[in-house]
């Protein structure tokens, strides 16, 4: 998040240093088990998800760990059921970006994007339920900007 945050930022004084970062924003977040233990409650897939909200709940040991969301975002996928096993480091779930974030993101690579972000930007151009009109509009004049610049 901390990188993401400033890879933005660096786009306000026209540095592209930050675009992998950038890019990295549009794609989902894995998320994965800090350590070994036993599923013992998971949050419901197409559930909005704050950032440090509660993914999936773990027991071991004895003690419950909350796995939490690194993003504000919407549970895409779940690998995991109530009562599975997991070792550390499994991925338990799938998080897509906030609107917020895909926003931020979209409106930097209009400003920096290459030719090579046109495909991250394009799952945004497609009129999807999920996707808010004003999101799609922006990807759109992103792949735009970055086509024109790119003659």
């Known amino acids: 998040m901390v990188r993401g945050n400033a890879a933005l930022s ?27 233990g036993k599923v013992i409650d998971t949050s419901k897939i197409g559930t909005p ?10 027991e071991s040991e004895g003690h419950t760990i909350e796995v939490r969301s690194p993003i504000t975002g919407r549970l895409a996928d779940l690998f995991v059921g109530t009562g599975q096993m997991v070792n550390a480091g499994d991925q338990v779930a799938t998080l897509d970006p906030g609107t917020d974030q895909v926003w931020e993101a979209l409106r930097a690579l209009h ?41």
């Open 10 to 36: 660096l786009v306000r004084f026209g540095d592209a240093t930050g675009r992998p970062q950038i890019r990295a924003l549009l794609q989902p977040a894995k998320i994965t088990a800090p350590q070994r």
């Open 49 to 58: 998800i704050h950032r440090s909200g509660i993914v999936v709940k773990l």
């Open 111 to 151: 400003l920096i994007g290459q030719p090579e972000d046109i495909p991250a930007i394009q799952p945004y151009e497609r009129e999807l339920p999920d996707v808010p009109e004003h999101v799609r509009e922006q990807a759109v004049a992103a792949e735009r900007a970055i086509r024109d610049r790119s003659r």
